[in-house]
Every structure is written in C-alpha cells, then in structure tokens.
C-alpha cells in the first residue's frame, strides 16, 4: 500500500506570492495516477489536477502539478485569497494525504 | 449538470448500523466507477472505499476491518454504503464521487452528516 505524505503542514503567504505544495509516496508510483484537491469547509472537496499534471475542467492555469516517482508537486502562482482551503493529494482512487493548509492574507 | 445528492445521514448510537444512498443524475451511471470519502472533525479526507461500474469489483480502507460495505443499483443510479458495528471514530461527513477521470473523482456530492454518539 502506497502511504502519501504532504508538507509544509501550513502555508502562510500573501496574495500575489507563489506557493509550493508537496506530496510524497513511500514507494516509486509507475503510472500517473495522482492528483490534487482543494477543499474548503462546509463544500465538497474540488479536484484541481489528475493525471500528475493535467488539470481539471474549469481550473485556472495559476494551479500547475509535476513531479514522478515518489515526489510530486503542485504549484499555486499569483495566490488570491479564495485559494485559502485544505489542499490534498491523492494516489489512483485511493488514500488521500494528510493535507496542506493554506492561508492567504 | 452532473449531480451526486447523498441521503441517509443521521444520529447513531455506537454499535448501530446505517446505510447511506447517493443518487446520480446528469450522465451515464452505469460507465462510471464510485466512490464513498469522508472528513471527520477537525481531521482531513479518508478515501473509504470504490466500486467499479458494474458493481463486482470493491476496493476499502483497510482500517475499515469490514465493517462497510459499497454497492450500486445502476437500474436507480445510485450507489450505496452499508456502515455496520460504528463507532464514535465514524462520525464524519461523507461524501460520494465519481471517478470520471482515471485515478481520481471528478464530481462530488455535498455531503452528509454522520453522528455516532450515545
């Protein structure tokens, strides 16, 4: 079973900056089932990218995602302040990690 | 419009049983596999469990030690979780998706309330 980790635990950035959110597997992912999430509270968890990098319909171009192997990365340029959520990565359909949050302020 | 609306939550003692219903509407239910998650308080996402679109392939949490169980019923486009033996670790928001896109859930219920207390 592949284990997600995620760091920082917290993000604290201004509006306008860039933040760097990664996510990491306890062993090597073959194919390129990973993907990102937003979720605020009191709404359903939003999907962001799929496929390592491909983002989902809808999702402005400020949300980027890379990384193989056992790193990934998702990449939020030109923060505003709507992007303050729970931030969570996922492996094929299964287990999430235990999330960044991010405040933008 | 794709849309996932989830019943069934409510107030259970520890040790009861619940089933929540997801029903789909707005695409093709039966091409598509689903999913059931959930946040519990104060803590992040637990994926809890997948079925495939024709409802014979199940995939759990292994934490979950058996004690839920997904199905579907694609003549109603719904799909279903059983929750036996809950305990107060359960109380949560749970959540039905679907997998539209390979390895991840591209549309989401709202959510409902599951309380586990005496």
């Known amino acids: 079973e592949i284990v997600l980790t995620q760091s920082p635990g917290t993000l604290s950035l201004s509006p306008g900056e860039r933040a760097t959110l990664s996510c990491r597997a306890s062993q090597s992912v073959h194919n390129t089932y990973l993907a990102w999430y937003q979720h605020k509270s009191g709404q359903p968890p939003k999907l962001l990218i799929h496929g390592v990098s491909s983002r989902a319909t809808g999702i402005p171009d400020r949300f980027s995602g890379s990384g193989s192997g056992t790193e990934f990365t998702l990449t939020i340029s030109r923060l505003e302040p709507e992007d303050s959520a729970a931030y969570y990565c996922?492996?094929?359909?299964?287990?999430f990690g235990p999330g960044t949050k991010v405040e933008v302020k | 419009e794709v849309q996932l609306l989830e019943s069934g939550g409510t107030l259970v003692q520890p040790g009861g049983s619940l089933r929540l219903s997801c029903a789909a509407s707005?695409?093709?239910?039966?091409?598509?596999?689903m999913s059931w998650s959930r946040q519990t308080p104060g803590k992040g996402l637990e994926w809890v469990a997948n079925?495939?679109?024709?409802?014979?392939?199940?995939d759990y949490v292994d934490s979950l030690e058996g004690r839920f169980t997904i199905s579907r019923d694609n003549a109603k486009n719904s799909v279903y979780l059983q929750m036996n033996s809950l305990t107060v670790e359960d109380t949560a928001i749970y959540y039905c998706a679907r997998s539209g896109v390979p390895g991840a859930f591209d549309y989401w219920g709202q959510g409902l309330l599951v309380t586990v207390s005496s």
């Open positions: 996922q492996f094929n359909g299964g287990s």
């Open positions: 707005g695409f093709t239910f039966r091409d598509y596999w």
């Open positions: 079925i495939n679109s024709g409802g014979y392939k199940q």
